[in-house]
C-alpha cells in the first residue's frame, strides 16, 4: 500500500527538517509532502532541503486548511497526518499502519497522561472525549489528535467538511463514526513542541468549546436537543402543577415553557434529518 505522509506547517523551519529526515529514514518510499501554511521564515526551504514535496498556501489559510490541501495532492492509498514540529514521533507510523493493515478505515494516535501541553487542555480533551463517546455509543480515546492515518478514499469524502481552523482532527472522527467507517486507537506520547506553539490561548479556547456543539450537531443533533426539550416539558409541567395547585390556573410562563421544548425538539427533529444528507458522501 502507497502511503502518503502529510505535514502542515506553519513557521517551523526549526523543526520540519529533522521531522522529514526522520519520516525518510524510516519509509524511504513514502511520500512526504509539506504543506506551507503561509510562512514567513524558511520553512518551504527547509522542507524541501530535506526532501519533502512542498505545497504553498500564498497566505496562512488554518491548519484544517492545509489538511485539505494535503490530501488533495496525496497519492497514496493511505495517507499519515502528523505535525511538523516534533510532537510527534515517526516510529509511531508503523503501528498506525498496522491497524489500517487490520482492517480499519482511521486509526488515531491517542496522546497518554503526560502528553499534553498544560493541564487546562488536557481536562478540555478529557470532557470532549466523553462527550464523544457518549453521542457515538464508542470509547474515543482522543478527539482531538492530529497525528492520525486514514484511507485516502474515505478521508476525501468529508473533505467538504472539514472546517480550516483546529478543529478537523474532531470533525473527521465524527465523520468516519457517522458514516459507519471503522475507527481505532494506538497509544503514542506527544513530545514538548520545537518552536513556539500556534494555539492562541484566548482566542482558540473559546473555538475549541464550540467544538462541543459541534461534537453533537456532526453526529446526533437529537441527542443535543431532545434532553433540552425534556428539560423544557418537565420545567413547564412543573410550574403548571405548582400555579394550578395555589392559583387554579394556567399561566404565560407555562404555556411558553411548553411551546419552547416542542419547537427545541423540532430542531433537534429537522437538524438529524439535514445532517444524515450532509453524510451520503462525496467522491
Known amino acids: 500500500m502507497k502511503i502518503s505522509i502529510v505535514l502542515p506547517a506553519k513557521n517551523e523551519e526549526q523543526a520540519v527538517g529533522q521531522t522529514i529526515q526522520r519520516i525518510i529514514n524510516l519509509f524511504p518510499n513514502a511520500e512526504v509532502i509539506v504543506v506551507n501554511d503561509g510562512s514567513t521564515d524558511q520553512t518551504a526551504a527547509a522542507a524541501?532541503?530535506?526532501?519533502?514535496?512542498?505545497?504553498?498556501?500564498?497566505?496562512?489559510?488554518?491548519?484544517?486548511?492545509?489538511?485539505?490541501?494535503?490530501?488533495?495532492?496525496?497519492?497514496?492509498?493511505?495517507?499519515?497526518?502528523?505535525?511538523?514540529?516534533?510532537?510527534?514521533?515517526?516510529?509511531?507510523?508503523?503501528?498506525?499502519?498496522?491497524?489500517?493493515?487490520?482492517?480499519?478505515?482511521?486509526?488515531?494516535?491517542?496522546?497518554?497522561?503526560?502528553?499534553?501541553?498544560?493541564?487546562?487542555?488536557?481536562?478540555?480533551?478529557?470532557?470532549?472525549?466523553?462527550?464523544?463517546?457518549?453521542?457515538?455509543?464508542?470509547?474515543?480515546?482522543?478527539?482531538?489528535?492530529?497525528?492520525?492515518?486514514?484511507?485516502?478514499?474515505?478521508?476525501?469524502?468529508?473533505?467538504?467538511?472539514l472546517p480550516n481552523g483546529f478543529s478537523y482532527p474532531t470533525t473527521s472522527t465524527m465523520a468516519f463514526f457517522r458514516a459507519g467507517y471503522s475507527v481505532a486507537y494506538v497509544p503514542i506520547h506527544a513530545a514538548k513542541r520545537i518552536g513556539q506553539s500556534h494555539v492562541k490561548i484566548l482566542k482558540d479556547g473559546t473555538r475549541f468549546l464550540l467544538i462541543i456543539f459541534k461534537i453533537g450537531t456532526l453526529f446526533s443533533p437529537l441527542k443535543i436537543f431532545a434532553p433540552i426539550a425534556l428539560s423544557l416539558f418537565l420545567l413547564a409541567s412543573g410550574w403548571y402543577g405548582w400555579t394550578w395547585y395555589h392559583s387554579a390556573r394556567f399561566t404565560n410562563m407555562s404555556a411558553l415553557l411548553y411551546t419552547g421544548s416542542v419547537v427545541v425538539f423540532l430542531m433537534g427533529l429537522i437538524s438529524e434529518q439535514i445532517t444524515a444528507l450532509m453524510y451520503q458522501g462525496r467522491k
Open 48 to 161: 524541501e532541503a530535506a526532501g519533502a514535496k512542498i505545497v504553498h498556501h500564498p497566505y496562512s489559510k488554518g491548519n484544517g486548511a492545509a489538511i485539505k490541501s494535503g490530501a488533495r495532492a496525496a497519492s497514496g492509498e493511505c495517507i499519515v497526518f502528523m505535525d511538523a514540529d516534533g510532537q510527534h514521533d515517526p516510529a509511531d507510523i508503523p503501528r498506525l499502519l498496522k491497524k489500517i493493515a487490520e482492517g480499519n478505515d482511521m486509526v488515531v494516535g491517542a496522546r497518554q497522561k503526560g502528553s499534553q501541553a498544560s493541564i487546562g487542555r488536557g481536562l478540555a480533551n478529557g470532557l470532549y472525549n466523553r462527550l464523544a463517546s457518549w453521542m457515538t455509543g464508542h470509547k474515543v480515546e482522543d478527539l482531538t489528535s492530529g497525528f492520525r492515518a486514514a484511507r485516502a478514499e474515505k478521508f476525501r469524502e468529508y473533505l467538504y467538511l
